[in-house]
Nanobody, 125 residues
Framework: QVQLVESGGGLVQAGGSLRLPCSAS????????MGWFRQAPGKVLEFVAV????????VYADSVKGRFTISRDNARNTVALQMTSLKPEDTAVYYC??????????????????WGLGTQVTVSS
C-alpha cells in the first residue's frame, strides 16, 4: 500500500509559478511510475505528466509541455511538479498518483493504483 499526500497548491497570478510536492508513505516509490493529473470544475480528470521509476523517461500532456516539469527523488520518496508560466486554464485540483511497474508509462487514470487527495491550484488572470 502507498499513501500519497500532495501539497504546495494555492492562488497565483497568471504567468507565475508553483511547485507541487507529493510525498509517499507505506512503501518505497522505487519501481512505481509516478504521475500527475488534474480536474478543473465541471471537467473530467486530465493527465498532466508521468515519470518512470528511474526518472529517465517522462511524458507530458501537450497542454503543459514546455511549462511544467515532473521530477522525483526516490531516496526521499517524493515526486514533484514544477509549474511555470501558469495560465488561468491551469486552475484545477491536482492529484499525485502511482502505478505499478509496467512496460510503458501510464497516461490514463485507469492504469494507476494509488492516488492522493489532491491540492487546489488557482490561477488568476
Amino acid at each position: 500500500q502507498v499513501q500519497l499526500v500532495e501539497s504546495g497548491g494555492g492562488l497565483v497570478q497568471a504567468g507565475g509559478s508553483l511547485r507541487l510536492p507529493c510525498s509517499a508513505s507505506g512503501d518505497t516509490l522505487s519501481a512505481y511510475g509516478m504521475g500527475w493529473f488534474r480536474q478543473a470544475p465541471g471537467k473530467v480528470l486530465e493527465f498532466v505528466a508521468v515519470i518512470s521509476w528511474p526518472g529517465s523517461d517522462v511524458v507530458y500532456a501537450d497542454s503543459v509541455k514546455g511549462r511544467f516539469t515532473i521530477s522525483r527523488d526516490n531516496a526521499r520518496n517524493t515526486v514533484a511538479l514544477q509549474m511555470t508560466s501558469l495560465k488561468p486554464e491551469d486552475t484545477a485540483v491536482y492529484y499525485c498518483a502511482a502505478h505499478l511497474p509496467r512496460r510503458t508509462l501510464a497516461t490514463t487514470e485507469y492504469e494507476y493504483e494509488y492516488w492522493g487527495l489532491g491540492t487546489q491550484v488557482t490561477v488568476s488572470s
